[in-house]
């Protein structure tokens, strides 16, 4: 199934990209954003990705990560060790799908299409389109959040300046704030990748340059006022043997593969600019697994520091960002947390998206439209809502859409390396009538959507038999698996020669 050498041509490391004769113009599948990344467009290498995922991971949500771990009665040390263990598992279908991304310059939804078929690929593009929408919305109200007490360290009057009352719930600068964030995400994006990458690279140094202040200033108080580091870190666990942890350890292992299962999903939109898979990969495996659990380790230490200095432990560093000495600390610290969370946001959740968005419309919905629609859709999912509580931000949102979103990693990571060997007909990935379509007027294949379905209905059961929930414990796993033997058993037939 090698595309003839005049529609496609292979550089000399192996990335692919279509002859300079190639046309496409379907409007219901082609446009400038969707389009296949030149070889000579592909300029990213091991730091940009290096960047990219230490911004990503220097995170409110990160920093907090362990918080509920340990209220669920693990010691710091077992939180973290999930973290590290959580975040080398979703490494793997994270590798696995930047390879394409690399190769032939394509982003997710497009990759999808060799799967799912031109037109099913909507299907996993819309699913994993709406859990970034989530994350945009919480990403955007933290950030908002930090925003809110940043202005408040500028002006004490901040707070009550749109008056004294409150609108459900918050005053009415909280809403304010949001939306001042909300617009500087939009902006970003609307300006494009360049300008994202070069946030991410600046972002990255500066935010864990700032933490690690945070980190020594903090312990050097406790130690000054003759305590240790706190009892977080010296509190046992309340599991005294395997049996009683394991219970609670994995539906936390497989929350934390949650974390970032929408990214495994979705690398080629980053990596489809990457001068080569050494660089790409490199760049992924010194940063993910070591920088979340690092990030959650001084989120840890300095909330246990906290309890010494401020006489409560303060797991939000932008609450805790708020007690600190002067107004200039204040704002240093709150202008931290608006950079961590900025940075964090529009590569996570508004590039991925804005691209899955545009490819149910390409003609009518750009990049730029698609991730305005990120921003509207994720607004209407309320997600101050989503972070009222711990249980239900790891147990039901992490939980909940990591089997959906592992029953679309399944299919993609079964087809791609197992049914076609990790050779594609990429002009046929832009045709209605090419390879991709299936014969299907839908141009959709039924075994990649039949496949998911299974995969989803696998980790889900568990919510309505009781049974079976550790089916849920496990989601991400039991939907990874399910949707993968599927697939594999449908299509082995149609598999790529060796």
Not at 281 to 287: C, M, P, S, T, Y
Not at 294 to 323: C, K, N
Not at 332 to 348: D, F, G, P, R, S
Request: with cysteine; charged share 15%.
């Amino acid at each position: 199934m090698e595309m003839p050498i005049e529609e496609q041509t292979t550089s000399a490391d192996g990335r692919v990209e279509l002859a300079g004769d190639v046309v496409l113009d379907d409007a219901r599948l082609y446009n400038e954003d969707l389009a296949p990344t030149r070889v000579a467009g592909r300029t990213w290498g091991t730091y940009a990705f290096a960047a990219l995922w230490i911004s990503m991971a220097h995170c409110i949500p990160t920093y907090i990560l362990a918080s509920g771990l340990i209220k669920a009665g693990m010691s710091w040390g077992q939180a973290l060790l999930t973290i590290l263990l959580g975040n080398s598992i979703v490494l793997v279908p994270i590798l696995l799908n930047s390879h394409p991304g690399t190769k032939y310059g394509i982003p997710f939804p497009v990759f999808a299409r060799a799967a799912y078929g031109v037109f099913g690929a909507n299907v996993p593009a819309v699913m994993r389109a709406v859990v970034a929408c989530g994350w945009f919305g919480i990403q955007c109200w933290i950030g908002g959040h930090a925003l809110q007490r940043f202005a408040g360290s500028l002006w004490p009057g901040w707070p009550a300046a749109l008056g004294e009352g409150t609108l459900g719930g918050y005053p009415p600068t909280q809403w304010l704030a949001y939306a001042v964030f909300w617009g500087i995400n939009i902006l970003i994006v609307y300006r494009g990748m360049d300008l994202l990458r070069r946030v991410e690279s600046w972002a990255a140094p500066y935010v864990l340059v700032m933490t690690l202040a945070l980190l020594l200033w903090i312990v050097r108080r406790a130690g000054a006022a003759g305590h240790g580091v706190g009892e977080i870190v010296s509190q046992p666990s309340k599991f005294p043997d395997f049996a009683s942890f394991l219970p609670v350890f994995v539906p936390s292992v497989t929350a934390m593969v949650g974390f970032w299962a929408t990214l495994s999903l979705n690398m080629p939109d980053f990596t489809r600019f990457g001068r080569s898979q050494r660089e790409q990969a490199v760049g992924q495996i010194v940063a993910l697994p070591t920088t979340m659990t690092v990030f959650a380790a001084m989120g840890v230490f300095i909330t246990s520091a906290s309890a010494q200095v401020f006489g409560e432990a303060i797991w939000d560093p932008i609450d805790l960002g708020a007690r600190l000495e002067s107004r200039g600390l204040v704002a240093l610290a709150e202008l931290t947390a608006v950079v961590a969370t900025l940075a964090m946001n529009i590569a996570a959740n508004v590039v991925s998206p804005a691209n899955d968005f545009s490819n149910l419309a390409p003609r009518r919905i750009s990049f730029r439209t698609g991730g305005l629609l990120t921003g509207l859709l994720a607004t209407a999912m309320m997600p101050w809502k989503l972070l009222e509580n711990s249980d239900r931000y790891i147990n039901g949102w992490l939980l909940g859409y990591s089997g959906g979103l592992g029953s679309i990693a399944g299919v993609l990571v079964c087809d791609y390396w197992l049914i076609r060997r990790t050779r594609l007909r990429l002009p046929d990935l832009y045709r209605r009538d090419g390879a991709y379509a299936y014969g299907s007027p839908l141009g959709t294949n039924w075994a990649a959507v039949t496949a998911t379905a299974a995969g989803c209905l696998v980790a889900w059961i568990g919510l309505l038999v009781p049974a079976l929930h550790w089916l849920y414990d496990a989601a991400w796993f039991s939907g990874t698996l399910t949707s993968g033997a599927v697939y594999g058993a449908w299509m082995w037939r149609r598999r790529e020669p060796a």
